[in-house]
């Protein structure tokens, strides 16, 4: 989920603030694939002291912010879902243990932290606002489906009724997450970042 928001800084290399992403514009580019690792890295302080110059907006400010936060919270969801794909992406009585365990000590315990520490950050901006109540919201459906995955596999045989009712809410966490990675870009759009 939060990787979907790193996408912001893997896109384009880097999210650019308007006089950076003008900055960038007039630079010479080269399409040579042999750059060297420390030119694209003296090519990305550049930037940054662009930004630096460049006088960000209270609303930037916030979305800048916001994304500190909110990527603050990637360590969580790397280990639960590191933790997932660890046991396979089919349930069966043969993994059913090892994915109780999974779930019990590491996907849960993760996730809870993160739902919980997202229910904490509060933006300011109405519209940043809405968007992250779809984020906290697609994280928790997230949580519950995988409350019930565990509740499924508890037993010595895997109650299928139930791991489709948890499969059905992870996936409608995903879609809330991903509307609210699309109502991110658009807002940052809006303020003119360009990435």
Do not use: W
Not at 34 to 59: K, P
Not at 71 to 83: G, I, N, R, V
Not at 110 to 117: A, C, I, P
Not at 161 to 175: E, F, H, M, N, R
């Amino acid at each position: 989920m939060i990787s979907l928001f790193t996408s912001f800084i893997m896109l384009g290399g880097v999210l650019l603030s308007p006089a950076a992403s003008a900055n960038a514009a007039n630079e010479p580019t080269s399409t040579y694939s042999d750059q060297s690792y420390s030119d694209d890295a003296e090519h990305f302080s550049e930037e940054l002291m662009d930004e630096t110059e460049y006088e960000l907006t209270a609303d930037q400010k916030e979305f800048e912010q916001y994304l500190e936060k909110v990527f603050a919270l990637e360590s969580y969801e790397t280990k639960a879902m590191d933790a997932l794909e660890s046991v396979g992406s089919q349930v069966t009585s043969a993994n059913r243990k090892s994915m109780y365990l999974k779930l019990t000590n590491t996907v849960i315990p993760n996730y809870t932290k993160l739902v919980s520490k997202a229910k904490q950050i509060k933006p300011i901006h109405p519209e940043l606002k809405k968007i992250h109540a779809y984020f906290v919201k697609g994280s928790y459906l997230q949580l519950e489906g995988y409350l019930l995955y565990k509740q499924a596999v508890s037993k010595n045989k895997v109650n299928y009724t139930i791991l489709k009712q948890g499969s059905a809410k992870v996936k409608a966490g995903g879609d809330l997450i991903n509307q609210c990675e699309q109502y991110l870009y658009a807002y940052a759009r809006n303020l003119g970042y360009d990435f």
